[in-house]
């Protein structure tokens, strides 16, 4: 058995991780290839990666953007391995890139997908104004792997996942996602609707690319936006709601009417939130409720079916 790591990139510098990652190819039989899939990146960036090529490295060029799913299935038709390894590319290891690699080889007989986890480090980043990302990722993303099996469909994360190719190739990404957020949810639920399990295990990566405070919350509403189309199209909202926290929350405040109260704090509070979450010391719970607002006040948006220009969100 064999794989493929497979990395899709746009405009990050992935040199020092994919120069690791090389290294190992010689010395681990298992460890096939490496495939970079470049998304639209700016030509510099693309001399860049063209320079990685050779000794087991390739590259698989889209001259636009065509979006994390898309790229995604591109990587894995090209892919020659029998399991395909998928990390983002702001990533790096916490230790050596044979280590990273070894710890998967013996999780290939037993697991069909496999995630290995984000980690983040201890102190917080020198730039205050990517503070409330770091925050947050250490509450909520960093966990061990006995912690994120007792839930795995709600942990899955396709930062760091191994995908048996036989799955994969019946699943895929779903390309009809455009905006940012949420593709890691559906994949999770199609999982579960298959009833293949997925096995989370202790090899994380660090996340370094830190997004601004105000990029994190633009990508927090596209994300959400995302979660509540999806939740309209799915065909078993149970099973869906099953692996989303907010969901979870979601239906407990709709059984007590109180997502129409949600929406108009989010509506009228929304500016005075954001500043306060845009700070160089943003309060969690504050964070989060301002989420749980938001998801109330895109249902409330998708269940008219129409679209209100003067919310702005």
């Known amino acids: 058995m064999t ?22 190819i010689a010395r681990i039989p298992e460890f096939a290839e490496i495939i970079i899939g470049d998304d639209g990146s700016k030509p510099e960036n693309k001399v860049k990666y063209r320079s990685l090529e050779g000794d087991g490295v390739r590259i698989i060029d889209s001259p636009v953007n065509i979006g994390r799913a898309a790229i995604r ?34 999780v290939m007989p037993i697991a069909r997908v496999a995630c290995g986890g984000v980690i983040y480090h201890k102190t917080p980043p020198g730039d205050p104004d990517k503070i409330l990302r770091w925050k947050y990722g250490r509450k909520k993303d960093e966990m061990k792997a006995s912690e994120r099996n007792k839930r795995p469909y709600q ?11 036989t799955i994969f190739s019946k699943l895929r990404f779903n390309e009809d ?59 078993d909202k149970r099973t869906f709601s099953s692996t989303v926290r907010m969901l979870q929350i979601y239906n407990i405040l709709k059984i007590f009417r109180l997502t129409l109260i949600l929406a108009g704090i989010y509506i009228r509070y929304r500016e005075r939130m954001e500043l306060r979450i845009d700070s160089s010391d943003p309060p969690l719970w504050l964070f989060r409720f301002y989420k749980v607002c938001l998801f109330c006040t895109y249902r409330e948006i998708h269940g008219r079916k129409k679209i209100l220009p003067v919310l702005n969100i």
């Open 3 to 24: 794989i493929s790591l497979l990395i899709p990139v746009c405009d990050y510098d992935i040199v020092a991780l994919v120069h690791s990652m090389k290294s190992c």
């Open 177 to 235: 996602l455009k905006q940012y957020g949420h593709e890691d949810t559906l994949m999770s639920y199609q999982l579960n609707k298959a009833g293949i399990g997925i096995l989370h295990i202790d090899n994380g990566l660090l996340h370094e690319g830190l997004e601004s405070n105000r990029e994190f919350l633009n990508k927090t509403k596209e994300g959400i936006e995302n979660l509540s189309k999806l939740y309209d199209q799915v065909t």
């Open 73 to 106: 299935n591109r990587l894995a038709l090209e892919a020659k391995g029998d399991f395909l390894l998928f990390i983002d590319a702001d990533t790096m290891m916490p230790g050596t890139a044979e280590s990273y690699i070894q710890k998967w080889i013996p």
């Open 155 to 165: 942990k899955f994360s396709t930062f760091n996942v191994l995908f048996d190719r």
